[in-house]
C-alpha cells in the first residue's frame, strides 16, 4: 500500500484521457472522498455535479476551451453555498471557498489512488457553467475536473524546496531548521 506521500507525489494534472467508460462504483468512491472532506465547522457547504452524457459535457467545452476538457468521460463541479458555509466572525473570512478547495483535493487525491486521472480547473467561466448546468441561485461553481483514466504520463514535477516555503516559529525567521 502507498503512503500517503507516495500517493500525493502520484497525483498530476491530467491533460489527455482514455475514451474508457468510468465505473459507478468508482465513480462513488471519488464522491464519496469529496463528501467525507472536512469543511469549517462541519457546515458542508459543497455539492457535486456529475456531467457524464456526451452532449453536456460537448456543451461545458464552453466553459473552458481546452479540448481535453470535455473529452474526458465525466467532469465534476464542485459547488458551494455560500449561505450556508462557516464564517470567522472577527473578519468576516467565509470558508465556502477553503472547503471546496479541500473537497476538490480529497476526490484527486481518490482519483489518483485508483487508477483515475483529474485536472484541478479554476480558470472557467462561472457565468457560463452556472447556466449550462442550471445552478440554483444559491449554488455557485467554484472549481472543475475532468476525470478519466490518463492517456498521458506524468511528468517532473517543479516544486519549490521546502526550505525556501518554511519558516519556524515566525514569517521571517532566519533559524532554518527544526
Not at 24 to 46: E, F, H, M, Y
Not at 70 to 77: F, G, H, L
Not at 146 to 160: F, H
Request: with cysteine; proline share 7%; aromatic share 10%.
Amino acid at each position: 500500500m502507498q503512503s500517503f506521500l507516495e500517493l500525493a507525489e502520484k497525483r498530476y494534472s491530467v491533460r489527455k484521457y482514455k475514451n474508457t467508460p468510468i465505473d459507478d462504483t468508482l465513480l462513488l468512491k471519488v464522491l464519496q472522498a469529496g463528501r467525507i472532506a472536512p469543511s469549517a465547522a462541519n457546515k458542508q457547504p459543497c455539492y457535486f455535479v456529475v456531467v457524464r452524457e456526451q452532449e453536456q459535457r460537448t456543451r461545458m467545452a464552453s466553459v473552458y476551451k481546452r479540448p481535453w476538457f470535455s473529452e474526458a468521460p465525466i467532469i465534476i463541479t464542485v459547488c458551494i453555498d455560500r449561505k450556508t458555509c462557516w464564517v470567522r466572525s472577527q473578519d468576516n473570512q467565509a470558508y465556502a471557498q477553503a472547503d471546496a478547495a479541500i473537497a476538490m483535493d480529497h476526490l484527486t487525491l481518490a482519483a489518483t489512488e485508483i487508477g483515475l486521472g483529474t485536472c484541478w480547473i479554476a480558470a472557467f467561466n462561472p457565468i457560463e457553467a452556472r447556466n449550462i448546468l442550471k445552478l440554483p441561485d444559491n449554488i455557485e461553481p467554484v472549481v472543475m475536473t475532468p476525470l478519466g483514466y490518463p492517456a498521458d504520463s506524468n511528468g517532473p514535477k517543479d516544486r519549490k524546496k521546502l526550505e525556501e516555503i518554511v519558516f519556524w516559529e515566525y514569517f521571517g525567521n532566519s533559524h532554518k531548521d527544526p
